[in-house]
């Protein structure tokens, strides 16, 4: 035993003296080594008009569903009765907000009577500020022009979140309270939650066509995760001692889930039911490119021709949306807590006002079902006209005055790190970059998060659409390595101050709240339709998420140790670079694992504004019939690339913890 103990001695000292930024290093020098032999050979380049079989084959699984949608069996009693159900619920919904219906020129509530009850609803379970800001937004949308588009927008959003929460919450309960299922359910939900919102639209396209319809099946799919996962949370939450009281005192199961575990976690609840309208809100935007009525509609046909002052007021209206639909269900969950801390004589006088408040909402709706002028919104949108003018004379007047800079900052970048980083991907053997991602996946993830990157390339190489999707690759790295500069910086700066933190977290929550689909417009403005822009919209869009979980990291570093490096005469930089970091350097893993994945979804919508790649081929497929396969196959390579990081950057966070 001791000889073999010396002898396995130096191989240990080595492994020591080797750390993992070693490996990674002798990885890619022997990546560039190789790409200067082999640079043009064997990349799997193909035509933006070329299709392999699998394209073809796809186009005519599309075909055969198409001819026979009517006749085979398990369209014609399970895929089109789903349909046909949520069509129903779609169109009466519009017809009591948005859509004229029964003879009638105008909805069976009016915008006076949806204005009424959005503000009396906002009151009744937030408060009264949050009722202002909501009549404030809803009669903004008229002003601009938009009020038909937005409440298609509001009734596709509220038909997905009734059915995502009837599915989602009783999911969650039993999630919550079975960890076998939540076991079961945990890997589907990660699966959900990691594919881009755009993937989502084409093969359910294929299934349930194109419409409104389809919009909100697709929109349930991407927003029942959050409501499943935080229920779980919430219920798995409660003290364990609360249930063991419950228990020994003879309750049952059905009365512990009722009057104990639902209601204290309540507010959690709630605040799943805010995650949910958020992701419905930004999912019901981008499905207008399956022809889903509303705001997004607008957006998508105006991005597509450059018309940016268009973009920019409906992409406003959504903005408002989101903002009032997240203030009213966070003043919700927050709504017991404020209660008991107000005076009781406000407590005595709410229950009257409400019942006053509710007799004067009835006069409205009645009001606005009876007579046109309550109906029909009045005026010609004059606001909105004014707005979209602003956006034209403020696009004119950058590009006039700030080419020069946009279009250095944008050269440098595309220069520096953006073309040299695509060429060494797409002129590379497709071989290579597999070896080479797999190896990084080892290394950085273990074996596991190996073993998903090669099955990962593998499948990429048969979609056919290698190319593109190195493409696609190169611009998700680089806006990534960008969100993390900017997350480093940002997010040290509010971890060391609160002051910082209490200035610049509400800004970051805002961006938040937005649809990926807004941020495209005012880098439209700036840059142009260009890949750049799609690069500049994703680190706008994925950086908040990757500031506040560094800045949480940062700040949760012991101040025994940031104290212990300060007597020891450290100064400012010794102690963020030696002490800070290092010691937050599993959050710094989890900010570049959700900095990525927000990344990826977003380059693939820049397919709207000259982003080409993957995204362009999702684009092209809902437009052109002949490229629909090759569309679906785009989806499955975005999915790919989306699973093989999410697997990598996670198992590196939880090798990073350990």
């Keep these: 035993m001791a000889a073999v103990a010396e002898a396995t001695a130096p191989v240990a000292a080595l492994r020591e003296r080797i750390s993992r930024p070693m490996v990674v290093g002798a990885i890619f020098v022997a990546w560039l080594v190789l790409f200067a032999v082999l640079r043009g050979r064997q990349t799997l380049t193909l035509a933006a008009a070329d299709l392999t079989g699998l394209h073809r084959w796809l186009n005519d699984v599309n075909d055969t569903i198409g001819a026979n949608r009517n006749s085979n069996p398990l369209f014609l009693y399970f895929f089109n009765e789903i349909r046909l159900g949520i069509d129903n619920l779609v169109t009466f919904v519009q017809s009591l907000i948005s859509q004229p219906t029964a003879g009638r020129p105008v909805p069976q509530i009016g915008w006076l009577g949806v204005v009424g009850l959005t503000g009396y609803l906002s009151w009744a379970v937030g408060n009264w500020r949050v009722a202002l800001l909501a009549v404030a937004g809803f009669t903004f949308f008229g002003l601009q022009g938009l009020w038909q588009e937005s409440m298609d927008t509001l009734a596709l959003t509220l038909s997905a979140v009734l059915v995502a929460l009837l599915i989602?919450?009783?999911?969650?309960?039993?999630?919550?309270?079975?960890?076998r299922f939540n076991k079961i359910m945990t890997p589907f939900l990660d699966f959900m939650q990691t594919m881009p919102t755009f993937v989502y639209l084409a093969p359910l396209t294929l299934v349930f066509l194109i419409g409104g319809a389809s919009a909100v099946i697709t929109t349930v799919i991407y927003a029942a995760p959050p409501a499943m996962r935080i229920t779980a949370h919430a219920i798995r939450s409660v003290p364990e001692t609360t249930v063991e009281a419950a228990d020994s005192l003879g309750t049952t199961r059905r009365q512990q889930l009722l009057k104990v575990?639902?209601?204290?976690?309540?507010?959690?609840?709630?605040?799943?039911?805010?995650?949910?309208?958020?992701?419905?809100?930004?999912m019901v935007t981008i499905a207008a490119l399956i022809d889903a009525p509303g705001l997004g509609k607008t957006v998508v046909q105006a991005l597509q021709s450059l018309d940016v002052g268009t973009a920019f007021n409906a992409g406003l209206a959504i903005v408002v949306m989101a903002i009032v639909l997240d203030r009213v269900t966070t003043a919700a969950a927050s709504r017991a807590e404020a209660g008991r801390r107000t005076s009781g004589r406000f407590t005595t006088w709410r229950r009257p006002l409400l019942?006053?408040?509710?007799?004067?909402?009835?006069?409205?709706?009645?009001?606005?079902?009876?007579?046109?002028?309550?109906?029909?919104?009045?005026?010609?949108?004059?606001?909105?006209?004014?707005?979209?003018?602003?956006?034209?004379?403020?696009?004119?007047w950058l590009q006039d005055h700030l080419s020069g800079l946009t279009n250095a900052v944008r050269d440098v970048i595309t220069t520096t790190l953006l073309n040299p980083f695509q060429t060494l991907l797409t002129d590379s053997p497709w071989w290579l970059v597999g070896l080479t991602l797999v190896a990084l996946g080892a290394v950085l993830g273990g074996w596991r998060a190996g073993v998903t990157a090669a099955v990962c390339v593998g499948l990429l190489v048969g979609t056919g659409l290698w190319s593109d999707g190195m493409t696609t690759l190169a611009s998700t790295a680089v806006a990534t390595v960008l969100v993390m500069l900017?997350?480093?910086?940002?997010?040290?700066?509010?971890?060391?101050?609160?002051?910082?933190?209490?200035?610049?977290?509400?800004?970051?929550?805002?961006?938040?709240?937005?649809?990926?689909?807004?941020?495209?417009?005012?880098?439209?403005?700036?840059?142009?339709?260009?890949?750049?822009?799609?690069?500049?919209?994703?680190?706008?869009?994925?950086?908040?998420?990757?500031?506040?979980?560094?800045?949480?990291?940062?700040?949760?570093?012991?101040?025994?140790?940031?104290?212990?490096?300060?007597?020891?005469?450290?100064?400012?930089?010794?102690?963020?670079?030696?002490?800070?970091?290092?010691?937050?350097?599993?959050?710094?893993?989890?900010?570049?694992?959700?900095?990525?994945?927000?990344?990826?979804?977003?380059?693939?919508?820049?397919?709207?504004?000259?982003?080409?790649?993957?995204?362009?081929?999702?684009?092209?497929?809902?437009?052109?019939?002949?490229?629909?396969?090759?569309?679906?196959?785009?989806?499955?390579?975005?999915?790919?690339?989306?699973?093989?990081?999410?697997?990598?950057?996670?198992?590196?966070?939880?090798?990073?913890?350990?």
């Excluded at 009001?367 to 006209?385: I, K, L, M, Q, W």
């Design 355 to 396: 019942v006053a408040g509710g007799i004067g909402t009835a006069f409205l709706l009645y009001v606005s079902h009876t007579y046109v002028y309550a109906a029909e919104f009045p005026g010609d949108g004059g606001t909105g006209r004014h707005i979209a003018s602003a956006a034209d004379t403020a696009t004119t």
């Design 486 to 658: 900017l997350g480093a910086v940002f997010g040290v700066w509010m971890g060391r101050s609160a002051l910082v933190d209490r200035l610049l977290r509400p800004t970051l929550d805002a961006a938040q709240v937005m649809p990926p689909f807004v941020y495209l417009v005012p880098f439209l403005a700036l840059f142009g339709a260009t890949r750049f822009t799609a690069i500049v919209a994703a680190v706008v869009y994925a950086a908040p998420v990757a500031i506040k979980i560094i800045a949480d990291g940062v700040r949760n570093v012991p101040e025994s140790t940031v104290e212990a490096a300060t007597s020891a005469g450290c100064n400012t930089w010794q102690i963020i670079t030696k002490v800070q970091l290092p010691v937050a350097r599993s959050a710094l893993t989890l900010a570049t694992n959700q900095g990525l994945i927000y990344v990826l979804s977003m380059v693939v919508v820049g397919g709207l504004v000259g982003a080409g790649a993957l995204g362009y081929d999702v684009v092209a497929g809902f437009s052109q019939g002949e490229l629909y396969g090759k569309g679906l196959a785009a989806g499955l390579a975005i999915v790919l690339l989306g699973v093989m990081f999410d697997r990598i950057t996670q198992a590196a966070a939880r090798r990073t913890r350990a």
């Design 261 to 282: 575990l639902l209601p204290m976690s309540k507010r959690t609840v709630v605040m799943g039911v805010n995650q949910t309208i958020m992701a419905a809100l930004a």
């Design 168 to 179: 989602g919450i009783p999911l969650g309960v039993w999630a919550g309270l079975s960890d």
